[in-house]
């Protein structure tokens, strides 16, 4: 019969745990429904989480609502881009240390990085290397591939090291858990950072109306899909390995 997760299962020691994701896709993984920007769901008996919207502000605010709310450690969760060569759609980035963009570093909390990766399934593909922090979207391949030769950095997202400074000051522990969702190589197709509206959502009339008039881009743009969806499908591995499991 099927399998329905019935708790989260972190260690009793980490408390409550409050989880900032961008995208409602991303937070739909653990919260099993979607949520709007601004929502929040409890997804197990001690997590909770909360669709921040993209970017280093919306992060923060979102970071410092969980902790208000009674969070004792924060976890970054959802998609990146990869830096790294050796990055594919589906690998997981769970970074020992996050770089911000003023040049902060951030270490995750090790035990929480230790005990994740002993829940992931044999197969699971971890990325080594940090995670660095972008103020703007970076569609560019090039770019990606300029912004690895500078930092050496192997995944690039928008969020986590806002929710790393948030922990930080809260003096709570941390970790990020971010899926690989195009590689250093992909240049996302115009339409899509065309459509984009200020939480990060694809605006579809707008991206309906770019692909109308460019449909050159349609291949990129399934391209993009079909990583998103590798990237989705690792996050959901990840939620796995975090959950307790009983046969329903």
């Known amino acids: 019969m099927a399998r329905q997760f019935k708790a989260w299962a972190a260690p ?11 995208l409602p896709e991303e937070a739909a993984v653990l919260a099993r ?12 008996l001690n997590l909770r989480v909360l669709v921040s919207g993209a970017g280093r502000d919306n992060a ?29 759609p589906g690998d997981l ?28 399934p044999p197969g699971a ?29 192997a995944a690039l997202d928008m969020e986590s090291a806002a929710v790393f400074e948030a922990a930080a000051r809260a003096g709570v522990p941390c970790l990020a858990v971010r899926a690989v969702a195009d590689p250093v190589d992909l240049t996302l197709p115009p339409a899509v950072a065309a459509a984009l509206n200020a939480d990060g959502m694809v605006e579809p009339s707008i ?7 460019y449909p050159g881009q349609i291949p990129a743009l399934i391209s993009l899909g079909l990583n998103f969806n590798a990237a989705v499908s690792a996050l959901k591995q990840a939620a796995a390995g975090m959950a307790r499991a009983d046969a329903a």
């Open 12 to 22: 009793a020691a980490w408390g409550r745990v409050g989880v900032v994701a961008a």
């Open 60 to 88: 923060l605010r979102a970071a410092e609502t969980l902790l208000a709310g009674g969070v004792e450690c924060l976890l970054s969760w959802g998609c990146a881009a990869g830096l790294s060569p050796e990055a594919r």
């Open 125 to 153: 593909r971890v990325l080594d290397g940090d995670l660095l922090e972008s103020l703007h979207l970076v569609a560019a391949g090039a770019e990606k591939q300029a912004l690895h030769r500078a930092s050496g950095a």
């Open 207 to 213: 991206l309906l109306k770019q692909l109308f008039r």
């Open 33 to 44: 429904r979607r949520l709007p920007r601004g929502g929040q769901a409890e997804a197990g």
């Open 93 to 120: 980035a769970l970074a020992a240390r996050v770089r911000s963009a003023a040049g902060d570093v951030y270490a995750a909390d090790p035990g929480m990085r230790q005990w994740l990766l002993r829940q992931l």
